[in-house]
Structure formats: structure tokens, C-alpha cells
């Protein structure tokens, strides 16, 4: 039986679909087989993300709904053999379209398949946000170091926890390390300090990001990103490795002070 | 807010603020409970207090009270008579 985690964040914009997408396709290149489902329903954007928007023909309501089999709508990414698969989310339905019920045997059907079920969660915390939960044995909060996005984590992780989704885990994303230095942007500290949940990952901001999402390729898979060298450590400690919060930033001096930061160097 | 940095004359990075800011709005946001938690507690309470004395439910208040930096739950229960012998049935519903 695999693992379902729900990405989430509450607030929007703050990179829900780019970590689900990496995470994704950085557990597929490490060799597990991954289910990806864009519990977004109404707004689909993960299958953008991936490059697989031109592959679609059934989404997750046609599933939900008895009218196509599961395997059938999922879309293989070919980059990957047989390891990495997308579940749509329906463009033209609105957010109601799912039940909790739906989605809950919807991640249990898929959850005996794959070795990782990612469900990349609706901004806010009504209807889509309760369903994409439901599932989930356990949730990755994606925040960035900015008040209103940490706010929102907080209010998330809140419910979360009354929902009974006990293990998370916290992404800091779009930390820019030159704005930490000058005293400028909240600290890694800061933010775990504030949200007292597990850091799982920092993930630099990246222009980078921007030129793989036009592309549809993750960044995961660019070796010369750092973002995508974040998310590569990510994916590994989710797999239980014990790597190093190294923060993947251009200077070697910021790198080291950035370290002493997050407390794991003197 | 009092900031001796700031009255000493000293710049004060944006992140220094967030970071105080955002503490106080936590403890707000996570002191605030739904109206049907409200609900919820309230009927345990009165539950729990009628099992010694008998009180007036018509004038039970309850309320969240929140400073800037603390929050505490306030609550009047007037009390009608009070009850001779102990509860039979302790802590039950």
C-alpha cells in the first residue's frame, strides 16, 4: 500500500502545483511509481505543468462518476516509463463536482498501485481543500517566507490536524537568501519557529522555474537548477534519506552563512 | 510596538516586523474557536457545572477574550440554588 500526501499551502500562488509537479517527477526518477491528482477541479493546471495538457482525454470526474476506469484516464508521462502517471482534474465542472467520499476511495483505489499518491490541493480551505484532505495520510505545506502566505499555512496546518492528517511536513519556498542577509525576508528559523511543524525542504527562488514551467518539464529534473536541486533533496528525505539542509544558493559565502541560519553549521 | 533598537536609533529590517507581526496574529487566529466549538463547549460546561449547583441557562455567557498578546475564555454563570448532595453520576453524558 503506498503513501497519499496532499500538497497545500491555503493561500494561493505560493507553488502548491510546482512542488507537487517536482516531487512528482523527482520520486519517478528515483524509481517509485507515482500517481500525481490535481484535486483542482474547475482550474486544472497541474497537466500544464508537466508538459501532458495535449494528453488528456478523460479527467477525475469521468472517473468519480462511474463513466471511465481509473486506468483509463490516467496519463502516462513517457519521460518516465512506466512510474509516473497524472489524474486530470476537469476544467469545465465546478468544485462540488467530487464528494469527500468520491475522493477518499478514489486515493485508496490508487494508493494500492503506486508507491506514491501526490494530490495537489485547491487554494483556500472550503470544499476542494476538505476533499483533497480526505485522502491523504499526510500533507506537505508550502509556504513562502512572507506574512500573509504564513498566516495561511498556519490556519492550514490547524485544520489539518483537527482532520487528522498528523504527519507534516514544511516547504519553504522562493526564499531569496539575499534578502535573509540583509535582514530583509523572515528567516528559515522564523518560519519554522512560528509554524512548529517539520522542515522538509528550502527551495531558493529560481528563475528557472518560470523557463521549466514554459516548457512543461519540471525543474527536478534540470541539473543545473537550484531549485531543482532542492527538490531533489526533498524528494530523498521523503524517501526517509537523512540529507542536509543545504540551501542551494549562486554564492558559496551566502551558502555557508545561510547554513548558520538554519542552525546546521557553526 | 516598544523597540528599544528602533529608539536607539538603530534600522530595523522588514523581516524583524514580520516576524512580530505574524506572532501576534497566530496567537489570535489559533486562539479563535468556530461558533459551533463555542456551542460545543458551552453545553459541556453548563453539563459539567449542573451536576453541583443549579444555574440560570438564560443568563450563561460565555466568551473569547483576546488582548494583544493573550486570550482567555470569560465566562458568568448565575447561579440559581445549590445542589445538597454530590452528583450521582460524575462526569457523565
Redesign the interface.
Known sequence: MGKAIVITSGKGGVGKTTTTANIGAGLAALGKRVALVDADIGLRNLDIFMGLENRIVYNIVDVVTGEVELTKALVRDKRFEDSLFLLPAAQTKDKNAVSTNQMRSLVHQLKKEFDFVLLDCPAGIEQGFQNAMAGADEAVVVVNP??PS??DA??VV?LLEANNVKNNHLIINRLRPEM?K??????IK?VVD?LSIKLLGVVPEDERIVMSTNRGEPTVLDQSSRAGAAYRDICRRLLGEDVPMTIHADDGSFFHKLKKLVGLSS | MFDLRRLLGKP?????M??E???L??IH??ASLSPELMDMLKRRIMDVISEFVVIDESGFALDLEQSEDTAALISNIPIKSVKRSAPTVLGGK
Do not use: H, N, P
Not at chain 1, 540583509?182 to 528567516?187: A, D, F, K, Q, Y
Open positions: 512572507e506574512v504564513v498566516r498556519d490556519r490547524g535573509v540583509r535582514g530583509e525576508m523572515l528567516e522564523d512560528l | 530595523t529590517g522588514s523581516r524583524e514580520a516576524r507581526r505574524l506572532q496574529v497566530l487566529d489559533r
